[in-house]
C-alpha cells in the first residue's frame, strides 16, 4: 500500500514563508508528477503546482514568482516553497502524485492534508 504524509503547514503573517513537504512510502517502483492542490472554505480544489518527473514545472498564475515546487526522487518527497503569502493563500493544502507500484500501472494518490493559515 501507498502513503503520503505531509507537513509544514502552520499560521504565518502576510508577507511570510512557510515549506510543505509530503513523503510517499510503501510499494513504490517510480513516480510520475508530483503535485499540490489547495481548497479553500466553500471554495472548490485548485491546482497550485506541479512537477514532472523530468523536474518541468507548472504553476496557476495566482502563485507563479511566490512558490517554488521542487522534487528529491531519492527520498520521494515534494515539497512547496511558499514566499510573500497572502490572506488569499488561507487553505488546506493537498499533494498529490502519480506513482507506479509495478510498471506500466500509474495510480493517483492524494495526501490528508495540510492547514496552512495566512493573517492580515
Known amino acids: 500500500q501507498v502513503q503520503l504524509v505531509e507537513s509544514g503547514g502552520g499560521l504565518v503573517q502576510a508577507g511570510g514563508s512557510l515549506r510543505l513537504s509530503c513523503a510517499a512510502s510503501?510499494?513504490?517502483?517510480?513516480?510520475?508528477?508530483m503535485g499540490w492542490y489547495r481548497q479553500a472554505p466553500g471554495q472548490h480544489r485548485e491546482l497550485v503546482a506541479t512537477?514532472?518527473?523530468?523536474?518541468?514545472?507548472n504553476y496557476a498564475d495566482s502563485v507563479k514568482g511566490r512558490f517554488t515546487i521542487s522534487r528529491d526522487n531519492a527520498k520521494k518527497t515534494v515539497y512547496l516553497q511558499m514566499n510573500s503569502l497572502k490572506p488569499e493563500d488561507t487553505a488546506v493544502y493537498y499533494c498529490t502524485m502519480g506513482i507506479r507500484s509495478v510498471p506500466y500501472i500509474t495510480n493517483n494518490y492524494w495526501g490528508q492534508g495540510t492547514q496552512v493559515t495566512v493573517s492580515s
Open positions: 512537477i514532472t518527473s523530468g523536474s518541468s514545472t
Open positions: 510503501g510499494s513504490i517502483f517510480s513516480i510520475d508528477v
